[in-house]
């Protein structure tokens, strides 16, 4: 089994910067993609960013590009978002997932391990 858990979140003004941190326990590989999600009060859950295992190539939604970057540490099985030039349209519970397989990046099915989630608030 996988426990991923996530840290990191909290309350910033618009223009800051934030680092989620995703850390992994259990039967987890370092082959495993990697991939941040969001999910805002009464919309469905989203694709922000992921990493593969096997060569760290990396792929973002259009909507963080350029402003976050996700990176993995595999001897500390944890994966990082950094959050830069943040906007009130950010705010969202950010949720951590991997993937046992190289299937899709962006589907929310795509993922077997869901983390509880943290919160990140954008004031404007």
């Known amino acids: 089994q996988v426990q991923l858990v996530e840290s990191g979140g909290g309350l910033v003004q618009a223009g800051g910067s934030l680092r989620l941190s995703c850390a992994a326990s259990?039967?987890?590989?370092?082959?495993?993609?990697m991939g941040w999600f969001r999910q805002a009060p009464g919309k469905e859950r989203e694709f922000v960013a992921a990493?593969?295992?096997?060569?760290?190539?990396?792929y973002y939604s259009d909507s963080v590009k350029g402003r976050f970057t996700i990176s993995r540490d595999n001897p500390k099985n944890t994966v990082y978002l950094q959050m830069h030039s943040l906007k009130p349209e950010d705010t969202a519970v950010y949720y951590c997932?991997?993937?046992?397989?190289?299937?899709?990046?962006?589907?929310?099915?795509?993922?077997?391990?869901w983390g509880q989630g943290t919160q990140v608030t954008v004031s404007s």
């Open positions: 259990g039967r987890i590989f370092s082959s495993y993609p």
């Open positions: 990493i593969r295992g096997s060569d760290s190539r990396t």
């Open positions: 997932a991997a993937q046992r397989a190289s299937l899709q990046i962006a589907p929310v099915g795509a993922y077997d391990y």
